[in-house]
């Protein structure tokens, strides 16, 4: 980094592959074991050296084979996921026309993703903040509460102010990284839509027409910028656990401590938020929670069911009916009501240093969909980081040290992870928070053809900025999960 605020790089640490041993994985380890043991015991038995070879064989394919950039071992559990949910694949939401009062405490019935969330009221012992939403997952035991943020024109913003704006939210974060603090989740979400003209278009018709070809004029203005322009909407999510908290005995003691905790985590984000510089609402209520559940689900039939604003719609939207209608899980995509979704892991984020809104470009891209990109972070406790500094800064030496014994050389990306246990050590010491982070990029449309186009356009400008998007085949239940903004975190699987 340069000594100018004004001239401030980012960089984004390599994803460590490195494995345990010469480059490979404990499960790749155990895989060429077992092989290794079979052809062994093959070859002891008085088997053909071919047949007895054959075991190792396959073990190697397994374990060192790819298929579209991912291990083949890693693929195995995916597969005999896919295949053991055959029966979920498809879900349709149970009808109450006749009886009402058959749905419970007016939750939503959700697909097996989802399963498990309930949308409550804040208690009024959260102060100014009481009634606010709250999503529990009662699968998980934690509870999460959403804020809408917008920023100040962080593009046109001169250099130095862009550096404290990042600095501001890299100081929201460390706020959370603390020992024995209760907070394990927070995530920003954008949901990028296409918005048009049509306010713009609804007040020129109200307009007289004696000025005909200054309005025709202003028409074509409209006609011509209106594939461009899109509606943001910026969700933060803080997340509570019970695995946070110490001393619980029951359920209910679990779940009032969660409540207790996750009203000052709030507080602390919606103050740190506006400290940041950044325009920070209250909470999202229960009600709107529910419209941005649906409005996610099903984007375009949200946007057809009303012409007007989001908070003229609440009343159409409540907790009761927030979940979709159905839903079909498919290999490479899934559809919800009228919506095909496709989501898409960061694989690698860019490798040359950045200036400050290096993502601009790619948050303001507007294509044939719509699109949501999340990042979730994980606070780390001073005392875990430097546990994992200690045990990275070994496991590569070792590695590096192994590899030269043996003859093989210490690429540039090893070298480079090195470098970057030493720098998150000297930051450490220096008194900055570490945070682990993964983002995901989810491309919605109304019909297969529009996903397909959608999803193409959205993988070339990732590509041009420096991202590689991988997508999630065979978790996209899962993987749209994780990107909403409700705080549920990539470790949630199939509910029984």
């Known amino acids: 980094m340069a000594n100018r605020d004004d001239q401030r790089m980012y960089r984004f640490d390599l994803l460590d592959r490195t494995g345990v041993f010469l480059g490979f994985g404990l499960v790749q380890l155990a895989v060429l074991g077992v092989g290794a043991l079979a052809s062994t015991m093959a070859v002891t038995s008085g088997l053909s050296l071919p047949v007895a070879a054959t075991p190792v064989m396959l073990a190697a394919g397994l374990a060192l084979g790819r298929v579209r950039g991912e291990r083949l071992v890693d693929l195995v559990p995916v597969v005999a996921r896919w295949v053991a949910g055959r029966p979920r694949r498809r879900w349709l939401a149970p009808l109450h026309l006749l009886n009402p ?34 999503v529990h997952d009662t699968d998980t035991a934690a509870m999460s509460a959403v804020v809408r943020v917008r920023g100040q024109d962080f593009a046109l913003a001169p250099r130095d102010e862009q550096v404290r704006l990042l600095a501001g939210w890299g100081d929201v974060l460390a706020g959370f990284a603390t020992e024995r603090g209760a907070v394990a989740r927070l995530s920003w979400t954008d949901f990028t839509t296409p918005t048009g003209m049509r306010d713009h278009l609804t007040w020129l018709a ?77 909470p999202l209520t229960a009600g709107e929670l529910a419209a941005v559940l649906r409005g996610r689900l099903d984007p375009v039939r949200m946007r057809k069911a009303s012409t007007g604003s989001l908070a003229e719609r609440l009343g159409l939207v409540q907790p009761a009916n927030a979940g979709p209608m159905a839903v079909d899980v498919e290999w490479s995509r899934l559809r919800t009501d009228g919506a095909w979704h496709r989501t898409y892991w960061i694989a690698e984020w860019p490798r040359l240093t950045q200036h400050p809104d290096w993502m601009e470009p790619v948050l303001a891209f507007v294509g044939t969909g719509s699109r949501t990109l999340t990042v979730l972070f994980e606070p780390v406790a001073p005392s875990a980081s430097r546990r994992r500094v200690d045990r990275d800064s070994i496991k590569l030496d070792t590695d590096a040290t192994t590899r030269s014994e043996r003859g093989r050389r210490v690429d540039a990306g090893h070298r480079r992870l090195q470098a970057a246990v030493a720098e998150r050590e000297a930051e450490l010491v220096a008194g900055y928070a570490e945070v682990t982070y993964a983002g995901l990029v989810t491309v919605t449309a109304e019909d297969d053809a529009s996903l397909r186009a959608a999803c193409d356009e959205c993988e070339q400008v990732a590509r041009e900025h420096g991202l590689e998007l991988r997508p999630l085949d065979g978790r996209h239940d899962i993987a749209f999960a994780a990107a909403l903004p409700l705080g549920l975190g990539l470790a949630r699987t199939w509910v029984a």
């Open 101 to 134: 009062d058959a749905v419970s405490d007016q939750q939503p019935t959700l697909p097996p993703f989802l399963a498990g969330l309930h949308l409550l009221e804040a208690p009024g012992d959260w102060g100014r903040l009481a009634g606010a939403g709250v």
């Open 206 to 282: 109200s307009q007289p027409t004696t000025a005909s070809e200054a309005s025709e004029s202003y028409r074509e203005l409209l006609h011509g910028t209106g594939a461009l322009s899109a509606g943001h909407d910026v969700l933060v999510t803080v997340t509570v656990t019970r695995e946070r908290l110490t001393g619980t005995r029951n359920r209910a003691d679990v779940d009032e401590r969660l409540l207790a905790v996750l009203g000052k985590a709030v507080d602390t984000l919606v103050r740190g938020l506006r400290t940041a510089g950044l325009l920070a609402e209250d």
